[in-house]
């Protein structure tokens, strides 16, 4: 309502009217008064709904399985226009609802054909196989240290690579991918100080950290 709506409400309370008639009485006096013509939320409501079946009728919805929903989504993102946002540089910025690790995810993976590991003790939640690339962004964003393909079906290991890779063992059906991607949760760092100074198995440049940490778990 506008101003003078309102100090037309004003002055009915302040007349008692709204006290004697009642607050939807003396409002559906102002809406009389001024000629308002009101909706019903309700009404909107069902014709919205009918709406909406009509267009689920012409276009039914379609059950896909999520292994073919996800190289969809992914082509669609990786080839969706950078966004450019108000104080961002032009293409500083895209859309993206899957991991961000892009180009060749053999890099962090090591890979074991005819061995398992820890067979019994896998994370909930499994996924097809068919794209071992989504399955490697998975394990990744999920910080799992290893998955297992058995029977086309990846089988997710939330214990640390170290103890993925001591849990190696034989099976045909198997191959184990242990997840070798950067991991800072898996290392603590303690300044000035050393250990077992005399049992070094081997020695390399320190001017890539993450290299280190990688060649170290491997």
């Not at 409400?9 to 009642?22: A, D, F, I, P, Y």
């Not at 077992?196 to 081997?202: S, V, Y």
């Amino acid at each position: 309502m506008g101003s003078n709506h309102s100090v037309l409400g004003h002055s009915l309370n302040n007349l008692g009217v709204t006290h004697v008639m009642g607050a939807e009485a003396s409002l559906y006096m102002v809406i009389k008064m001024h000629q308002i013509q009101p909706w019903s939320a309700m009404d909107l409501v069902k014709n919205n709904l009918r709406r909406q079946g009509e267009l689920a009728a012409r276009s039914p919805l379609k059950e896909i399985a999520i292994d073919e929903m996800l190289p969809y989504i992914s082509k669609r993102v990786s080839d969706s226009p950078p966004a450019v946002l108000k104080g961002c540089k032009p293409n500083c910025c895209k859309l993206s609802i899957l991991p961000t690790y892009r180009g060749n995810m053999d890099q962090f993976f090591d890979v074991h054909h005819g061995k398992n590991t820890l067979p019994g003790k896998d994370a909930p939640g499994t996924m097809p196989a068919s794209s071992l690339e989504l399955v490697m962004q998975e394990c990744i964003r999920r910080k799992c240290g290893a998955f297992v393909v058995w029977r086309n079906q990846a089988f997710f290991k939330s214990q640390s690579v170290v103890a993925c890779r001591r849990g190696l063992r034989n099976d045909k059906e198997a191959s184990t991918y242990l997840n070798l991607s950067p991991a800072d949760s898996e290392f603590e760092e303690h300044p000035e100080m050393n250990t077992l100074t005399d049992k070094t198995a081997f020695t390399m440049p320190a001017g890539d950290i993450e290299a280190c940490k990688k060649e170290c778990v491997r």
